[in-house]
Nanobody, 110 residues
Framework: QVQLIESGGGLVQPGGSLRLSCAAS????????VRWYRQAPGQQREWIAM?????ATIYADSVKGRFTISRDNATVYLHMNSLKPEDTAVYYC??????WGQGTQVTVSS
């Protein structure tokens, strides 16, 4: 059974940066489309970025120009720059076979 594992979350000041990672146990992610989502308290889960096996990328308007999704053979990354308090959420990755991780908390606060 494939399990996705997110890491890299934490507390950061507004304007700061973080890099999240999504790795898989039980498979290699390189052949899957992977999506990042986030869910803020009291809100629905929001899709924010996607990368295909061929490294094509798409972003939600809320993060376009600030976040970058990338990958190597084993891991998918979400590089987050110019972070805002409204980016505070639990961030999840999901692959094209429907596997999800447990999430990693990102808090943007001074």
């Amino acid at each position: 059974q494939v399990q996705l594992i997110e890491s890299g979350g934490g507390l950061v000041q507004p304007g700061g940066s973080l890099r999240l990672s999504c790795a898989a146990s039980g498979t290699i992610l390189s052949s899957y489309t992977v999506r990042w989502y986030r869910q803020a308290p009291g809100q629905q889960r929001e899709w924010i970025a996607m990368i295909t096996p061929g490294r094509a990328t798409i972003y939600a308007d809320s993060v376009k120009g600030r976040f970058t999704i990338s990958r190597d053979n084993a891991t998918v990354y979400l590089h987050m720059n110019s972070l805002k308090p409204e980016d505070t959420a639990v961030y999840y990755c999901s692959d094209s076979h429907g596997s999800w991780g447990q999430g990693t908390q990102v808090t943007v606060s001074s």
